[in-house]
C-alpha cells in the first residue's frame, strides 16, 4: 500500500498562488498516474488535475484549466495553483490508483484514482 502525505496548503488572498507537493512512500509510483482532488465544505469531492505516468499527459477540470499545473517526478506529484479564486477554497487530496501495480498503469479517467492522502487545506481569502 503507498502512503501520500500533501503539503503546501495554506491562506491566500485572491489572485495568489500556492504549490502544493505530495510525497509517496511505501511503494514506487513512478509506474502510475497520479492525481489531485478537493472537497469543498458540504461539496462532494472533485476531480482538479491528473498527470500520466510518464508526465507527457495532463488532464484537468475545467473549473482550474489554465490556472493550474500538475508536474511530477519520480517520488512526488505537484500542483501549481495560480490566479487563485475564493471557490477554490478546499481540502485538496493526492490521489494515487485504486489498485496498485508493478507495471504500467495507463490513465482512463478519475475512476482510476482511490487511495488518497490526508489532504491540505486550501482557503482563499475575497
Known amino acids: 500500500q503507498v502512503q501520500l502525505v500533501e503539503s503546501g496548503g495554506g491562506l491566500v488572498q485572491a489572485g495568489g498562488s500556492l504549490r502544493l507537493s505530495c510525497a509517496a512512500s511505501?511503494?514506487?509510483?513512478?509506474?502510475?498516474?497520479m492525481g489531485w482532488f478537493r472537497q469543498a465544505p458540504g461539496k462532494e469531492r472533485e476531480f482538479v488535475a491528473a498527470?500520466?505516468?510518464?508526465?507527457?499527459s495532463t488532464y484537468y477540470a475545467d473549473s482550474v484549466k489554465g490556472r493550474f499545473t500538475i508536474s511530477r517526478d519520480n517520488a512526488k506529484v505537484y500542483l501549481q495553483m495560480n490566479s487563485l479564486k475564493p471557490e477554490d477554497t478546499a481540502v485538496y487530496y493526492c490521489?494515487?490508483?485504486?489498485?496498485?501495480?508493478?507495471?504500467?498503469?495507463?490513465?482512463?479517467?478519475?475512476?482510476?484514482?482511490?487511495?488518497w492522502g490526508q489532504g491540505t487545506q486550501v482557503t482563499v481569502s475575497s
Open positions: 498527470i500520466t505516468w510518464s508526465g507527457s
Open positions: 490521489a494515487a490508483p485504486r489498485t496498485p501495480t508493478n507495471y504500467v498503469l495507463p490513465y482512463t479517467g478519475p475512476a482510476v484514482f482511490g487511495s
Open positions: 511505501g511503494r514506487t509510483i513512478r509506474l502510475w498516474p
